[in-house]
C-alpha cells in the first residue's frame, strides 16, 4: 500500500465505513484548482502589525487558547444554569408530557428556521463577533421573561419562540469562529478547548439540579443565576473572542488573491457566489451523510434531554425514593459533564487514530444503550439501576461531544472557504431543527401513550437498535459488491 493509501485510510476510517459513507471524495477545500491557483499566485503581503495582532486577539497561541478556554467555560455557566432544567421547570409549571414535548419541540423548529439566516448574515457582513454578542444577549432577556409566563401555555410558547430565534445560531457560531483562528496543524484537537464549555455546563447544571430540586424557590434562584452569569459570559465575549476587523482583514486578504465583492458578496474568479457555495455544500455526499449522522443523534438525544430527568422522577416516586432524586439527579449532571470532557479531550486522537467518518458513527452506534439504560435495569431501584443512570448521563454526553467536535472540524475542512459560518449553522438547524423537533415532539406523544418514559424509552432503543444493525450490514456488505 502506497504511503498516499495509507494516509487516506487514516482520514477516511475503515473500508468498509469509508466506502458507505462516500469518503472518496475529495474534500471541497483540496479538490478547488483555482484555490490552489490562488495559493500558488498568492504575491507576498507585508507581516500584520502589532495593531492588527491586537485586533485579532492573536498576540500568542497560548494566550489565544486561555481566552477561548475562558470563554467557553463563562458561556456554558450561563446556559448550563436553565436549559438543562427547562424540562423540570415545565413540570412544575404544571404541563403535562404531551405539552413539554410540544414546548420542547420550539426550540428546534426555530433554529431550523433561523440558523441558517444568522450564519449567512455573519458570512455576508464579516460581522461574526457583532451577531454572536447581539443574539446571545438577546435570547438571555427573553429567556429571562419565560420565569414570568407560568400558567399561560401562549404566552410561554411565544416567549419560547423569541428566544430561540435568537440563541439558534449562537453554539454554531462560537464553534466557527473557534475553529477558523486554530492553525491547520490544531483544528482536531478543537475538542480540548471546547470541553471547557463542558466543565463550566457541568458546574451550574449539577449545582442548579440540586437546587431546583432541595428548595421551593429553586427555579427563582436558577432564572436569577441564569441573568447574572449571563452578563458575565457577554464580558468574556467581548474579551475573547476575535474582533470582527479579523474577518474584515481575511476579506480583503481575500480580495488581493483575485476576489472582489458585489452587492456585498463574495466572489471568486471563477464567479462562485455565497448562494452557488450553498448548492455545493448540498450536492456533497460527504456533508448529507454527516448531516443524516447529525440528525438520528439529534433526534436520540432531543428525546433524551427533555425526558430523562422526568423519566428519574417518575422512577423514584414508584419506588418510594422521591426525596433522594434531587441528590441523585444531580450527581447525575455530574457524571454528564465528566463523560463529556473526557470525550471533548479525546476526539482528536480518536480521529487521528481511527479517522472522523469511523469515530462519527461509533458514536451514533452507543445511541441505544442511553435508552435502555435510561428506562431502568430489572424492575428496581436498586445500585444497579442507579449506576446504570449514572453510565447513561456519561454515555450520553460522551456521543454528543465525540460527534460534535468531529463534525464541527471535518464540516470546516469539506466547506467552501466562504460558506463555512452558514456550513455550520446549517447543521445546528439540522441537529436541532430535524433532529430535536421530532426528539422532543414524538418524545411526548409516545410517553403519553405508552404511560411512562421508560417503556417509551424501550421502544425506541429497540427501533433504533434495529435500524443501525440495517445500516452497518449494508455498509459491510457494498465494498463485497464493488469485488
Known amino acids: 500500500m502506497s504511503s498516499l493509501q495509507e494516509q487516506q485510510q487514516v482520514n477516511n476510517g475503515p473500508p468498509c465505513v469509508s466506502s458507505f459513507f462516500g469518503t472518496n471524495e475529495i474534500p471541497f477545500s483540496n479538490s478547488s484548482t483555482h484555490e490552489m491557483n490562488i495559493e500558488k499566485n ?34 456554558r455557566i450561563s446556559t448550563g444554569s436553565i436549559i438543562p432544567i427547562m424540562s423540570l421547570y415545565m413540570q412544575h409549571a404544571g404541563w403535562s408530557s404531551d405539552q413539554i414535548g410540544k414546548l420542547q419541540s420550539i426550540r428546534p423548529i426555530m433554529t431550523m428556521l433561523s440558523a441558517p439566516m444568522w450564519g449567512g448574515l455573519a458570512d455576508r457582513t464579516g460581522r461574526k463577533r457583532l451577531v454572536l454578542m447581539t443574539t446571545f444577549v438577546t435570547s438571555a432577556i427573553f429567556r429571562l421573561f419565560v420565569r414570568f409566563t407560568e400558567g399561560n401555555f401562549v404566552l410561554l410558547a ?23 483562528t486554530l492553525p491547520e496543524n490544531e483544528k482536531r484537537n478543537f475538542g480540548k478547548l471546547r470541553l471547557w464549555g463542558e466543565i463550566g455546563n457541568g458546574v451550574s447544571s449539577s449545582t442548579m439540579m440540586y437546587v431546583v430540586n432541595k428548595f421551593d424557590h429553586g427555579f427563582d434562584y436558577a432564572f436569577l443565576i441564569h441573568g447574572i452569569s449571563s452578563v458575565v459570559a457577554l464580558a468574556f465575549m467581548v474579551f475573547c473572542v476575535p474582533d470582527d476587523c479579523a474577518n474584515q482583514s481575511t476579506a480583503k486578504e481575500v480580495s488581493t488573491n483575485g476576489t472582489h465583492l458585489r452587492n456585498n458578496t463574495l466572489i471568486f474568479r471563477n464567479g462562485t457566489t455565497w448562494k452557488e457555495g450553498a448548492r455545493m455544500i448540498f450536492g456533497n455526499s460527504q456533508i448529507l451523510t454527516l448531516f443524516s449522522m447529525v440528525a438520528v443523534t439529534g433526534y436520540s438525544l ?49 480521529q487521528s487514530r481511527f479517522g472522523p ?56 475542512e469539506l466547506s467552501p472557504p466562504d460558506m463555512k459560518a452558514i456550513a455550520q449553522t446549517i447543521m445546528e438547524s439540522v441537529y436541532r431543527g430535524l433532529g430535536h423537533t421530532s426528539g422532543s415532539y414524538f418524545g411526548g406523544i409516545l410517553c403519553h401513550e405508552y404511560g411512562s418514559a421508560a417503556n417509551a424509552f424501550i421502544l425506541v432503543g429497540r427501533v433504533l437498535l434495529t435500524f443501525l444493525c440495517v445500516v452497518g450490514a449494508v455498509g459491510f456488505m457494498k465494498p463485497a459488491r464493488k469485488k
Open 302 to 350: 432531543g428525546f433524551l434531554e427533555n425526558f430523562c430527568y422526568i423519566n428519574l422522577r417518575q422512577i423514584y416516586t414508584k419506588h418510594g425514593q422521591m426525596s433522594l432524586a434531587g441528590r441523585d439527579i444531580s450527581l447525575c449532571r455530574v457524571f454528564t459533564s465528566l463523560g463529556g470532557v473526557l470525550c471533548w479531550f479525546y476526539s482528536g486522537s480518536l
Open 357 to 412: 467518518d469511523s469515530v462519527m458513527f461509533s458514536s451514533v452506534c452507543c445511541l441505544p444503550l442511553c435508552f435502555f439504560l435510561y428506562a431502568g435495569i430489572g424492575g428496581r431501584l436498586g445500585p444497579a439501576t442507579k449506576a446504570g443512570f449514572l453510565l447513561s448521563e456519561a454515555i450520553r454526553s460522551g456521543i454528543f461531544a465525540a460527534l460534535w467536535s468531529t463534525a464541527t472540524v471535518r464540516l470546516n
Open 42 to 75: 498568492k504575491p507576498t503581503v507585508a507581516m500584520p502589525s502589532s495593531d492588527e495582532n491586537e485586533c485579532r486577539g492573536l498576540t500568542s497561541v497560548l494566550s489565544h487558547r486561555n481566552k477561548i478556554r475562558l470563554l467557553y467555560f463563562f458561556y
Open 158 to 180: 411565544t416567549a419560547l419562540c423569541a428566544t430561540s430565534f435568537f440563541y439558534s445560531a449562537t453554539t454554531s457560531l462560537l464553534d466557527s469562529i473557534v475553529v477558523s
